[in-house]
């Protein structure tokens, strides 16, 4: 597959369970060096029917030089718990634990020991809560800044387990399988884990009469999501004539065209691809701009467009004309979006537009140079609409369908010969 078939609008990447440690602190009468403290953390995360259950041992031993000698203790400590948790529970082996939320807002408790703890002494305290899932997609990522301890995901056998390439055991029992993991898999990036409950695959047709012929879009979903697969049915057929009188040219795409409700492991980590051969994946929690995007997408693969920057900067340019007309704020919101990745990154990231690629998984730690790429593309081709204008930029796109397969060069003489104007200036800041 080439990079040109990858379809991305924005980083969608689950945290509904974030579990990031970044404020494991407790409290001293001395003044501590926290830094030396150890903290071994076993966790358990148990898939459930719409709920993950999650039940953590946490080990705290006081290591703190400046508490030697009877000088101070810790009796506290502050752990980060998911955002949008329920049923929190904290106790230790003889009693419950009080806890209170942070005052500044922030993700995380200040849980009290039933105990002083001296220098070199340990005290183990578990904390269990449960957060809401999709009934069908359970996806959440896990972030351990521990200095030891592992993780163990319970999946039930309805459940097909989607995991990142890091090494892990996994034993199957009875109804379920138990994937056990290392801390070191997730301390530098969190780790995604998806998993999707097996249901039968519906789908649900409708004949779209678009400028000269109809198409028949299909929507495959997953069974109990009826209500999805209708509303992207009307989308589609809304947006698609949007997008015929934004280009310009009619779509130009197969005539069966096939959306298929995705999990995140399945649109490798982006919001939806569109294979460029009438099937499209979109994310199951994808909003308009994502559909409008992959739709778009039809006319970008029917160009032949040789460089990812026109693939993407084209598919956003009309995604947000189409979302002008249809949800102005949105439209808005996706503007500056773009805008703001190009002009905060620009220091980080010279490379020129041609020749960008994506990877063909996204991942976290190439997220800030993916999400530049697109807003550059994106920035560079509204800069050429808005120099070029509406309707000579249709010319355009009726020559860019016809020419059979455009590079830059092909691409900087069809916007000089159609606006009249001089465009090296421009391409050479760009690409
Ligand atoms: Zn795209």
Redesign the pocket.
């Known amino acids: 597959m080439e990079s040109g078939h990858?379809?991305?609008?924005s980083i969608v990447f689950y945290s509904l369970i974030s579990v990031t440690l970044f404020c494991v602190l407790a409290t001293s009468q001395a003044s501590a060096d926290w830094g030396q403290n150890e903290v071994e953390v076993n966790s358990v995360y148990e898939v459930g029917c719409g709920v993950v259950h999650v039940s953590k041992e946490i080990t705290f031993t006081n290591m703190d030089e400046n508490t030697r000698y009877w000088q101070g203790f810790y009796s506290s400590l502050n752990y980060p718990v998911a955002p949008g948790h329920s049923n929190l529970s904290s106790f230790d082996d003889s009693s419950e634990i009080k806890s209170k939320r942070a005052e500044d807002g922030g993700n995380y408790y200040m849980f009290t020991f039933n105990e002083n703890v001296w220098y070199g002494d340990s005290y183990i305290l578990t904390l269990e809560y449960d957060v809401r899932m999709d009934p069908i997609y359970t996806t959440f990522t896990i972030r351990e800044q521990s200095d030891s301890g592992n993780v163990k995901l319970i999946v039930p056998d309805n459940y097909e387990a989607y995991l990142e390439d890091v090494d892990y055991a996994k034993e199957n029992l009875d109804d379920h399988a138990v994937y056990t993991f290392d801390n070191k898999s997730f301390q530098e990036f969190p780790l995604r884990i998806d998993c999707v409950k097996t249901v039968d695959t519906m789908v649900d047709s409708e004949i779209v009469s678009l400028e000269g012929r109809n198409v028949s879009i299909s929507v495959e979903y997953r069974q109990g999501n009826d209500e999805w697969a209708q509303n992207v049915l009307d989308k589609t057929a809304t947006y698609l004539p949007l997008l015929e009188d934004v280009w310009g040219a009619p779509y130009p795409g197969n005539s069966y065209l096939t959306i298929r409700e995705s999990s995140i492991a399945e649109t490798k980590g982006y919001d939806g691809f569109?294979y460029g051969n009438g099937t499209i994946s979109l994310l199951h929690s994808a909003g308009d701009r994502v559909l409008i995007?992959e739709l778009s997408?039809s006319w970008t693969h029917a160009c032949n467009f040789e460089q990812l920057w026109m693939?993407?900067g084209y598919?956003n340019l009309y995604t947000f004309l189409v979302l002008k007309q249809t949800n102005p704020e949105k439209a808005l919101t996706m503007k500056s979006e773009l805008e703001d990745g190009y002009g905060k990154n620009g220091h980080n990231f010279v490379q020129a537009l041609d020749g960008w690629s994506i990877p063909d998984e996204y991942n976290t730690s190439s997220s800030e140079s993916i999400g530049y790429g697109y807003s550059k593309s994106f920035v560079f081709v509204s800069d050429i609409y808005e120099n070029v204008g509406f309707e000579r930029m249709q010319i355009a796109n009726r020559k860019l369908l016809a020419t059979g397969n455009v590079d830059t060069s092909d691409h900087i003489s069809i916007i000089e010969s159609v606006s009249g104007k001089e465009f090296d200036e421009m391409y050479s800041n760009f690409v």
């Open positions: 990858y379809s991305f609008t569109n995007h997408h693939h993407e598919a």
